[in-house]
């Protein structure tokens, strides 16, 4: 029974995570922004990561596309970096994309947070 009820709760949050993260969206800057409630690198370690990709001189790949959330990057040309555990969020890669760093989750190339 128990196992039942773990499954049917482990169902509900994966049918009603993209309803909830489309529903938490962000106006502020240029573009609308859907916030991801997954492991990102924390607000006051932020600056911190910025000054770290700044210092790895890490060379920005241009996409003719906006640069949002959500969008997948292609599959040939881009080079990814791991995130250094001091930052928090070693399961996804970073990169910079059109002088933006994003955070992206390596297997599906999808941008989970745009670093501002």
């Known amino acids: 029974m128990r196992n039942r009820i773990l ?3 482990a169902l509900a949050a994966a049918i009603g995570s993209p309803v909830a993260a489309q529903a938490q969206t962000s ?3 240029r ?3 859907v916030v991801d ?3 990102t690198i924390a607000v006051e370690q932020r600056p911190a990561f910025r000054a770290y990709v ?3 001189r890490v060379p920005t790949f241009n996409v ?3 640069i949002v959330v959500g969008a997948t990057l292609p599959e040939s040309g881009v080079t990814y970096y791991d ?3 001091r930052f928090g969020a070693t399961t996804y890669r970073y990169t910079v994309v059109n002088g933006e760093t994003v955070l992206v989750e390596p297997r599906s190339r ?3 947070e745009v670093l501002d």
Do not use: K, M, W
Request: without cysteine; glycine residues 8%; hydrophobic residues 40%.
């Open 31 to 33: 573009a609308p922004v």
């Open 37 to 39: 409630s997954g492991p």
């Open 64 to 66: 003719p596309d906006r």
């Open 83 to 85: 995130v250094p555990q």
């Open 7 to 9: 499954a049917l709760a």
């Open 110 to 112: 999808r941008i989970v």
């Open 54 to 56: 700044v210092e790895q």
């Open 27 to 29: 106006t502020v800057g």
